[in-house]
């Protein structure tokens, strides 16, 4: 099974890369860009028997920090 | 005072700590490798060092607060055994839980190196009765990731409980209310981002540091 898992930061926090990238796409040229947050994907292959439960772990406990992270699991 | 040194692959403050720690308390740290599940016992000190722990992947420290060893300091820390991390060391200790917040990249996205001067704000510590409250010294710091964030209910409560043990005098990486050094509830636990470990003896340009060891062994010992 494989799944995509999608970790973003959470609103208020700030996330000067973000800024430094939306900095970049305005010095491209690129105009009309208001925002940029970075975050991360994950994308695992697991075995067809690993419940929801397992899965929603192995993000609080690694994937994710929740201090400063969401995350989101998407089934591929 | 016996103390103990966490050696993950990619500290590469672990050897200053040590000298450090041997120099103020006169005997050799044991340095205690990633994998061990067990910590050598009747330790008055065990610290996580600096450096990029496991190469600092998927987030600073991260790796590392889940590698067997750092079940053991979770454990030694709960049942009341001083724990100092410093720079990744703290990093790691937010990612464990033992200390609240995050450390996130710094928010002029540079790598600070430098010397910086630091209040002291709790002088009633273990880490910090060497020091007078409100005094200012000079530590160096050399992170990319001391970016402390909490939400502001959190910084409300640890300010509060008189849990910030250092700030920055000014802001140099963004740190939520300038914290530079952090203590858990109990105040055994202490997570800071400037190097004390290289403010021991007149030739590193100062001795700031050596009162945070010196301080420690006489209130532990």
Not at chain 2, 88 to 103: C, I, R, S
Request: aromatic residues 6%; contains cysteine; proline residues 4%.
């Amino acid at each position: 099974m494989k799944l995509r898992i999608i970790v973003t930061l959470k609103n208020g926090v700030l996330d000067p890369q973000g800024k430094a990238i939306q900095h970049a796409l305005g010095g491209l040229g690129f105009e009309g860009v208001d925002d940029v947050r970075a975050g991360k994907i994950f994308e695992l292959d697991v075995a067809d028997s690993t419940s929801d439960a397992a899965i929603d772990e192995m993000c609080r406990k690694l994937l994710a920090n929740t201090v400063i992270e969401n995350y989101r699991i998407e089934r591929a | 005072m016996k103390t103990a040194v966490i050696v993950f692959p990619g500290s590469n403050c672990d050897r200053d700590i040590a000298v450090a720690l041997e120099a103020v308390t006169g005997t050799k740290p044991q340095m205690v490798w990633h994998g061990e599940s067990a910590l050598p016992s009747g330790l008055g000190l065990i610290a996580l060092p600096g450096g990029f722990s496991y190469g600092d992947y998927l987030r600073c420290g991260a790796i590392a607060a889940r590698s067997p060893v750092v079940q053991a300091v979770v454990e030694a820390a709960d049942r009341g055994t001083p724990v100092i991390g410093i720079c990744n060391g703290f990093q790691v200790l937010t990612e464990t839980g033992l200390l609240p917040g995050a450390l996130m990249r710094n928010s002029g996205l540079n790598f600070v190196c430098r010397d910086v001067p630091l209040t002291v704000d709790n002088s009633q510590s273990i880490f910090t009765s060497a020091y007078r409250a409100g005094e200012q010294i000079t530590v160096p710091v050399a992170h990319h990731d001391g970016n402390f964030f909490a939400d502001a209910e959190t910084l409300d409560r640890i300010e509060g409980e008189g849990r910030v043990a250092f700030r920055y005098t000014h802001d140099i990486n963004g740190s939520a209310r300038n914290i530079a050094g952090l203590l858990n509830k109990a105040g055994n636990v202490l997570g800071m981002m400037p190097h004390p470990e290289r403010r021991i003896e007149a030739a590193h340009g100062g001795t700031d540091g050596r009162k945070l060891f010196e301080g420690l062994l006489e209130a532990v010992s």
